[in-house]
């Protein structure tokens, strides 16, 4: 039987799916930044909010915030979202991982915030820097100055 009244749409051409990927690009401040605030807090974990700009599939990534009353451990880095003021240009969140992993844990993604998550691992270098959806799923980035 067919709903189709219900709004379900068939998706008729496959490739529609690859046209619609969000691509991200990241500023090499950005990149410098995550990996300076990795190093700096290396044993520890270290948590930082993306800030940027979110057009249809582009996602422009120019700002890093530090997040008030944020907490740092060996295996965990959060902080209290009621505490952030409300700001639009929030996309996401990075974390470096210092066991040199870095594919998201259950934790990451159950506690994903915004629409995309950064992980950098140990050593803390720019290939160490991988994007994730909040599928736990990679997405490439691109660098811009």
């Known amino acids: 039987m067919d709903f189709g009244f219900l709004g379900g749409k068939k998706n008729k051409d496959p490739d529609q799916n690859r046209r619609k990927k969000k691509t ?7 990149i410098n ?11 520890f974990e270290g948590i930082l909010i993306l800030g ?3 057009k249809k599939t582009e996602i422009f990534i120019n700002n890093l ?16 979202i009621n505490e952030l003021p409300f700001d639009l ?8 991982h210092p066991s040199g992993s870095s594919q ?3 934790e990451d993604l ?6 995309i998550s950064i992980i950098i691992c140990h050593p803390y270098e720019e290939e160490d820097i991988h994007a994730y959806d909040s599928q736990g799923r990679e997405v490439l980035f691109e660098r811009r100055n």
């Open 24 to 30: 991200i690009a990241i500023t090499q401040n950005v």
């Open 33 to 43: 930044g995550l990996i300076s605030y990795a190093k700096m807090h290396h044993p």
């Open 52 to 54: 940027g700009e979110r």
């Open 65 to 80: 915030v530090i997040p008030p009353f944020s907490v740092h451990g060996p295996f965990y880095s959060g902080f209290p």
């Open 89 to 96: 240009n929030y996309l996401g969140t990075a974390h470096s």
């Open 104 to 106: 998201p844990s259950l």
């Open 110 to 115: 159950n506690h994903f915030y915004g629409i």
